[in-house]
Structures are given as C-alpha cells and as structure tokens.
C-alpha cells in the first residue's frame, strides 16, 4: 500500500524484493592455457570448480602458463567458463598401464576313472568333492573345514551328462561362482561328457585345488582317482590341454602371459587425453593421487575394470573375455570415439601393437581363438597331484578371466 503524504518531508519507504530473482552475470568467458591433464585444443564447457579440477587436474605453479587458478576464480561469479588446454598433440604422451591376460587353473573330471570302471559317478554313484580356490594374491576363498575347502556332494540321478551333474551342484553360471564347471558345449563326448573344473581367479598365483571321494560324505581314504590335470596350452587344442594320469587330489596353480618380449599378448590401458595428471602416485600429505586401474573377479567368466580417481573409484566396468558376457573390448571405448569411460581407453595388443580381436563362444575357448598366434606364458603357481610324477613345466589352467 502506498504511503500517504501528506505534507513535504523525508520519508522513510522499506521494498521487500525476496521474491524477485537477483540479476545473474550472463556473459561466458573463454580461457586458453596449459593443463595437466583433459581433452586438448578444443573448447570445454565448464560449469563449477569441482568439474573443471576433475576434468582438467589441480592447478600447480610447476603448469607453466596454466589457466585453472583464473577459471576457478571466475566460477566463483559465474556458472559458465570454457576452457581450451594448450597441448602439442606431436610429442604430448598418453598415461598408460599394462596389464595381464591370465590363466584360470583346471581340473578334468573323468568318468572312466581307475576305480569306477564305466559307472559315471554323481549319477550313478554319489561322490563328494573338497574343493578350495585361492584368487591372484594367493588367498583363500573358502573357510569350510578349516580352509581345507568347500565340499560339494554330487548326486544327480537325472542328469544327462556328468558335466551336467556337476554343474548344477557346484555351479559357474553366476557371478558369485568361485568356482564352476564347464565344458565344450556337447553332453555327448570331451569335456561335455565329463566336465572341466575351473577356479574363476587367473594369474600366476591363483591356485585350485580338488579331492574327490565315494559317497555322500568326504572321506580321504575313500578317494577316487578320476581327477586329471589340465594344460590348455595357447597353439594348441588337442584334448582340452588334458595330460598325465588319474588321480583322486589335485592342486594346480594359474599362469599369466608374458606381457614384454616376442609373443607377448595384454591388455594396455591408456588415458583417453594426454597429461601427467593422470598418472597414480602419492602426495606429500599421503593422498592418492591420480588415477590407478584395478580389476576385482566376479567369478564365473566376469570381471569388473574399477577406474579410480585419487583412490576412489569413479567408474567401473563389468567384463569379460567371453562373447555371452560383456566383452571387453565392447565395454571400454578402444579409441576417442564412441567414448564409455571419462579416463581411459582400452587395446587388447601383440608384441606392443593393437590386434584385431574376437570374443571367445565359451569360457573354455583357447586364447589363440581371441587372438591368433603362440603366446608365452608364465607359470608360478603350484602343481601338485597325489600318485602322479608328472613334468609339470607346461601346466596351466583356462583362458579368461583377466
């Protein structure tokens, strides 16, 4: 209501304006300047201070001619700020990690074992497995029996195969599998007719090991020797990598690929922008800093790619070297294009360079199927069998997963 006046004079009149929207600087600005980390010579938009240091590092007095300390004080008043880092594209350098492709260990599971004659156990006669999986760091997954291992009773009077049976009791479908059984696709012959063992950790210090027994409860010295080693040798496809005799205990460890020298196969992760700000390492406060790459097993045939910033993760990507699965070069981006992850891209490489790859059908595929040629592998793991002498310099287990 208007004041009344009624005769000259200085009044005093209050305006309440709270409900009117404060008059916000519209103008965007541009920066040019060096970064130590982001896309390069190109403009960014920029919206707040928090994205402009996740997209483009800290500003550091080491970045001559750097841009960052101007463009946060600008997003102190405004919401818009497009940054252009300054970069040679000629000599700039990518971060890059190297990692390995990793060997699962495996046990064959005969049904013509020495003490069964042609009966096929876990449908015929009930057995008992004792079976322990240890992942990459050599730690065991199972606390059953004083970590001795698991035990899983197998009687399965309506399975068609024995592979069949032992499926569905100790699995290997599912993501929370550490251990499953597969075979070649066939419940007729091979591995279909049988079965395959597999721990779902690979790398030279994953282990496997498997007992087996008559009867639905174990018992050591009722053992039964229809365990078999396997050496899924890369060039190589002859009887599943299947070799020695039988026997009724078996540990056998996994292998890795050589990552360097002639016949080298790897996964290299690189920084999908060149910089150092992208590179890991620890400040003098003890922060994290930088971005690390670490992959965490599922079990089965999956794996998850955990992209971290300064030590937490910011992304992560579920993958597999398997076509049913999410193959991995489908999941992270190879290239700048059709871009998935905000950090890095991915190349499965040979010898240093980037190959043509193809998913493997089934987890039991050779890695030579993945890429074709003779890969080395490293072997560390542990290879034990009870009654057996047999060579164990060429003993590894499945492909994937990494």
């Known amino acids: 209501m208007a004041p009344n006046?009624?005769?000259?004079?200085?009044?005093?009149?209050q305006k309440d304006i709270s409900e009117f929207t404060p008059s916000v600087n519209t103008s965007i600005v541009g920066i040019v300047g060096f970064a130590s980390k982001g896309p390069t010579n190109k403009a960014t938009l920029i919206t707040d201070q928090e994205s402009l240091i996740r997209t483009f590092g800290e500003p550091s007095e080491s970045i001559n001619g750097q841009g960052l300390e101007g463009a946060l004080e600008i997003l102190e008043q405004t919401n818009s700020v497009y940054f252009i880092r300054c970069a040679d594209d000629e000599v700039a350098?990518?971060?890059?990690?190297?990692?390995?492709?990793?060997?699962?260990?495996?046990i064959a599971v005969s049904g013509q074992g020495d003490n069964l004659g042609t009966s096929r156990f876990g449908i015929e006669r009930p057995v008992t497995l004792r079976i322990q999986v240890k992942?990459?760091?050599?730690?065991?997954?199972f606390s059953d029996n004083a970590e001795e291992g698991r035990d899983y009773v197998v009687s399965v009077p309506n399975a068609r195969s024995q592979s069949q049976a032992l499926r569905?009791?100790?699995?290997?479908?599912?993501?929370?599998?550490?251990v499953g059984v597969f075979d070649d696709g066939s419940f007729d012959s091979g591995l279909g007719l049988s079965g395959a063992i597999v721990g779902s950790f690979a790398g030279s210090g994953a282990e496997l090991t498997a007992k087996i027994c008559e009867g639905t409860t174990f018992d050591a010295n009722n053992g039964i020797e229809v365990l078999q080693k396997i050496s899924p040798v890369v060039d190589s496809d002859a009887n599943y990598g299947i070799i020695g005799s039988m026997a009724s205990s078996i540990t056998v460890g996994g292998a890795q690929i050589a990552t360097t020298g002639t016949n080298n196969l790897s996964y290299l992760v690189q920084s999908l922008h060149p910089g150092a700000g992208y590179n890991g390492g620890i400040k003098s406060n003890g922060d994290t800093s930088g971005n690390s790459i670490t992959l965490d097993s599922l079990g089965s045939q999956n794996f998850v790619v955990a992209v971290n910033e300064q030590g937490v993760a910011l992304e992560t990507f579920k993958a597999s070297l398997v076509a049913s699965g999410a193959f991995l070069e489908d999941v992270i981006n190879t290239g700048e294009t059709n871009i998935t992850s905000r950090v890095i891209k991915g190349n499965i490489t040979r010898d240093g360079a980037d190959v043509s790859v193809t998913a493997l059908t089934k987890f039991s595929d050779s890695v030579k199927q993945l890429v074709t040629g003779t890969f080395r592998t490293a072997f560390e793991g542990v290879v034990t069998a009870a009654a057996l002498g047999v060579d164990s310099s060429n003993l590894w287990g499945l492909p994937p997963p990494i």
Request: hydrophobic fraction near 40%; proline fraction near 5%; aromatic fraction near 4%.
């Open 93 to 106: 350098v990518d971060a890059s990690a190297t990692m390995s492709l990793g060997h699962c260990p495996a």
């Open 168 to 178: 569905s009791v100790i699995g290997g479908a599912l993501d929370a599998d550490l």
């Open 5 to 13: 006046y009624v005769s000259p004079g200085v009044y005093t009149v």
């Open 135 to 141: 992942d990459s760091q050599g730690i065991v997954k």
